[in-house]
């Protein structure tokens, strides 16, 4: 009984936190990989441009920098707190020949200064979003986007929201913020 209980639970968390098997990290969001239709989507809805500096906060392997930085010429920053993950970010930029354009820092996203950013995406749960926005709402300029795989920001409506169709167990809510 205690095995189908444990088992129950890990589906529990695969099922809220995405669709893949959570990795956890030494923060306090589980590192959960976003797969590449996800990431192209939340892109384009974000309509980044190679004029545009993203930050990533919770950049994991570094997939959404360096697909960016690949499709779109764009530079960019991703946050991580995890030391190991930051290293294999870097490792994925190298190989993928994206190096120049973008870094990924060892550092709390709730401590880093997103002002220089135009477009900041997020892979983050409810909670932690919530103690984000007040950073970002101070911090990001007019006209910057705000892209979210899967979770919303409290108290901020989306501009836009889109549904991708995932596995058996999840889809994919991309959401929009637009700073005004």
């Known amino acids: 009984m205690k095995k189908l209980s444990i088992v129950m639970t890990a589906l529990a968390m695969i099922y809220a936190t995405g669709c893949s098997i959570p990795i956890y990290t030494s923060g306090e969001v589980p590192f959960v990989p976003t797969p590449p239709e996800v990431v192209d989507r939340m892109l384009e809805m974000a309509r980044v441009t190679k004029n545009d500096v993203i930050y990533d906060l919770g950049s994991g392997d570094g997939i959404i920098l360096i697909r960016a ?5 764009v530079k960019g920053v991703g946050i991580e707190i995890d030391q190991d993950l930051v290293l294999e970010a870097r490792r994925n930029a190298f190989r993928e020949k ?3 354009l973008v870094e990924f820092r060892a550092q709390d996203a ?9 477009v900041v995406t997020l892979y983050m749960l409810p909670e932690f979003n919530a103690k984000l926005r ?5 911090q990001l300029r007019p006209g910057s986007r705000v892209v979210s795989h899967d ?3 409290e108290s901020w409506a ?8 995932g596995d058996f167990l999840h889809d994919h809510t991309v959401l929009l913020f637009e700073i005004r």
């Open 69 to 73: 930085a690949k499709k779109y010429g």
């Open 98 to 100: 994206v190096e120049h």
């Open 110 to 118: 709730l401590t880093v200064d997103v002002s220089p950013a135009t």
């Open 134 to 138: 007040p950073i970002l709402e101070r």
């Open 151 to 153: 979770f919303p920001i």
């Open 158 to 165: 989306p501009d836009e929201v889109e549904v991708i169709k």
